[in-house]
């Protein structure tokens, strides 16, 4: 994007799977980028995902909570993609005290950095359909009451609000893409702890068996990582953007079952079983969650547009070349 070039540009999580593949676009874009990453174990940070933009990019050790760092890091940014966080689910209901310092604490250290030397900079927030909890309807669009069903919604939501917030304490130019289940390169694929569908490739690809919890006719709507990508850069160059909130999701929704069988399809190895749903994850399912994108396609002039079938071959591809980085 002609936007970009010669910009200078954050990434906030720069190293872990959506974070990473942004800066690739942004690089080949022409923006003067900086990456920030705490790297902490197990989040997904990792320098291979900088493969050969790693000379194009300033890298800083960093966590999002350190004030000084933040302060340091957001100075004369043009647009600051913000995408570090604790993701997931899980955890959030083992570790609360880490997730709300992280993504809640966190973000406002980060804002609070904003306000101090960058005050009307560009913000490119990333939220998640968790913080919608159990949907009330579906297609799931913008006005649907936000009722988190887990600490990491909760958590999340309340950094999307303190980002509409500051916008109006300060004149920060707040973006929120509530990002729905992402898959492709660069993720991590050591648990199944942050972005299941991915680690679930894994064990097809190694041709282990996959637990699907319940019937599995959940239903689900995915969206390749490039489009995604596609929706940070335009959130951060269209001015009409500011003060929203957009959700993100796929071409056709499917069910999970249905989307485990496609997972073996091109893996060409794996299988799976019906089980029951764990205590710790029953408690926090959704249910069937299906985006309504219109406002994106509308405001931003988004669409989805790899389909699962071409983007799950991109993603066997990527990970049969590049496993030692990853497994």
Not at 6 to 15: A, F, P, T, Y
Not at 197 to 223: C, T, W
């Amino acid at each position: 994007m002609a936007f970009y070039a010669g910009k200078k540009v954050l990434i906030i999580g720069g190293l872990g799977f959506i974070g990473s593949n942004l800066a690739h676009a942004l690089v080949q874009a022409g923006a003067t980028l900086s990456i920030v990453d705490a790297r902490l174990e197990d989040h997904g940070a990792n320098d291979f995902n900088l493969s050969g933009i790693a000379d194009q990019v300033s890298v800083t050790m960093a966590d999002v909570r350190d004030r000084a760092a933040m302060t340091k890091a957001v100075s004369e940014q043009a647009v600051i993609f913000n995408i570090a966080g604790q993701t997931s689910h899980v955890d959030s209901m083992v570790e609360p005290w880490l997730d709300n310092d992280i993504n809640t604490r966190g973000q406002l250290v980060l804002l609070e950095a904003c306000r101090a030397v960058n005050s009307e900079v560009k913000v490119v927030y990333c939220g998640t359909r968790a913080q919608y909890g159990a949907p009330q309807y579906t297609p799931v669009d913008e006005h649907c009451p936000m009722l988190p069903i887990d600490i990491y919604g909760v958590d999340k939501l309340a950094g999307e609000l303190y980002h509409f917030l500051y916008q109006k304490i300060c004149g920060l130019r707040a973006v929120s893409l509530r990002v729905n289940n992402t898959y492709g390169p660069r993720h991590q694929m050591k648990h199944a702890k942050y972005g299941v569908q991915n680690y679930l490739l894994r064990l097809a690809l190694e041709g282990k068996e996959i637990s699907v919890f319940g019937d599995g006719n959940q239903q689900r709507d995915l969206n390749y990582v490039d489009d995604v990508v596609q929706a940070f850069l335009l959130a951060g160059e269209k001015e009409e953007a500011v003060g929203q909130a957009f959700n993100l999701g796929g071409q056709e929704p499917l069910t999970f079952v249905e989307l485990v069988a496609k997972l073996i399809q091109y893996a060409g190895s794996g299988s799976y079983k019906h089980v029951p749903y764990p205590p710790d994850r029953a408690k926090i399912e959704t249910g069937d969650f299906v985006a309504d994108i219109r406002k994106a396609q509308k405001i931003l002039g988004w669409e989805p547009k790899v389909s699962l079938d071409d983007g799950l071959k991109k993603t066997v591809e990527f990970y049969r070349q590049f496993k030692q980085h990853y497994f």
